[in-house]
């Protein structure tokens, strides 16, 4: 499957944006599909998942509550609305694919095997 991400940008603190993550391949509902981020000078972290077919999500404690993942798999994309967005938001969000992951793997990113190319948030205080 290969991934495309899009929808990053420069905005303010408390604004809101969506990111989307668009899927090539037609077996996209078999995927689970994660966010990651990466500020400059850290290490890439989690910040959402979504599950395959049914969809249950999981989120980094630092953006539940005001990130949101949905899929749409007859779109083959997934977006991940931020609301309410901080200055320490600020990152490449990549998003990434895995057809075979586990529960226990989903926060790692060395998990998934398939990755877009990233797209920047910027959040301006």
């Known amino acids: 499957v290969q991934l495309q991400a899009s929808g990053g940008g420069l905005v303010q603190a408390g604004d809101s944006l969506r990111l989307s993550c668009a899927a090539s391949g037609r077996t996209f509902s078999e995927y689970t599909i994660g966010w990651f981020r990466q500020a400059p000078g850290k290490e890439r972290e989690f910040v959402a998942v979504?599950?395959?077919?049914?969809?249950?999500?999981y989120y980094a404690d630092s953006v539940k509550g005001r990130f949101t993942i949905t899929r749409d798999n007859a779109q083959h994309t997934v977006h991940l609305q931020m609301n309410n967005l901080k200055p320490e938001d600020t990152a490449v969000y990549y998003c990434?694919?895995?057809?075979?992951?586990?529960?226990?793997?989903?926060?790692?990113?060395?998990?998934?095997?398939?990755w877009g190319q990233g797209t920047l948030v910027t959040v301006s205080s």
């Open positions: 990434a694919a895995d057809r075979q992951i586990i529960l226990k793997g989903i926060y790692r990113s060395d998990q998934y095997d398939y």
């Open positions: 979504i599950w395959r077919r049914g969809g249950n999500t």
